[in-house]
């Protein structure tokens, strides 16, 4: 069965370094996605992409982050310069579609900042 | 804007013991409702959804769950629990823009 992959699995960063988390979605799947979930809370929405366009994003999202498609099967996410708050479990979706279709997730990357 | 509580952080209950998990869900509008379940290291997997139509939806591992618009409730159960149900569970809502807005999530603790 398809699924969506995601390395590293863990990364420890030095606050102020750039960080760069990939996903490699599932190969007929048009939308693109990005949540976290800080330890004990709950998961949250980052940015959907599509059509290699942001379609929406969050008010977390800001100019620290970037997302890309490099190619035809990697998804990005960037962080240009991490800061402590940003340790946190980042989880990458793909969906044949949008609304009522399923997103199948990716097994997270944990993302340590120090 | 849409918003998801769930109820309980924790639940634990006994194998082959029914379980619950509640979830409510505000919204203005008319959204599309999710439970996913994770287990220990892994992604997110979906159980089940509800879109439209009859509100009781059947999932996977013998999961269903109701939808309720008066009381905009969504709640998660199985009548029969196995140990291999441990894991944390997340209800959802989404519109058609595909951002998926999740609730605090609860850990379902099966016991021997």
């Known amino acids: 069965e398809p699924e969506v992959t995601q390395t590293p699995s863990h990364q420890v960063t030095q606050m102020g370094q750039e960080v760069i988390l990939r996903c490699v979605p599932i190969?007929?799947?048009?939308?693109f996605y990005w949540y976290r979930q800080i330890l004990g809370q709950k998961v949250e929405f980052l940015v959907s992409f599509y059509n290699n366009e942001i379609s929406e994003k969050s008010e977390i999202f800001d100019d620290q982050f970037s997302v890309e498609r490099p190619d035809g099967s990697n998804f990005t996410l960037k962080i240009r310069s991490t800061k402590l708050e940003d340790s946190a479990m980042y989880f990458c979706?793909?969906?044949?579609?949008?609304?009522?279709?399923?997103?199948?997730f990716g097994p997270g990357t944990r993302l340590t900042v120090t | 804007a849409q918003s998801v509580t769930q109820l309980d952080s924790q639940v634990p209950v006994f194998e082959e013991a029914p379980v619950e998990l509640r979830c409510n869900y505000s919204?203005?509008?008319?959204?599309?409702l999710f439970w996913y379940v994770q287990y220990p290291n892994q992604g997110l997997q979906l159980l089940l959804k509800?879109?439209?139509?009859?509100?009781l939806v059947k999932g996977i591992n013998g999961f269903e769950a109701e939808f309720n618009k008066s009381q905009t409730s969504f709640h998660l159960r199985k009548p029969s629990v196995h140990i291999s149900d441990t894991a944390e569970y997340f209800c959802?809502?989404?519109?058609?823009?595909?951002?998926?807005?999740f609730g605090q999530g609860t850990t379902l603790q099966v016991k021997p």
């Open positions: 190969s007929n799947h048009l939308y």
């Open positions: 959802a809502v989404s519109r058609n823009t595909g951002k998926l807005i």
């Open positions: 919204s203005s509008v008319s959204v599309y």
């Open positions: 509800y879109l439209s139509g009859s509100t």
């Open positions: 979706a793909s969906s044949e579609r949008q609304g009522a279709y399923e997103q199948y």
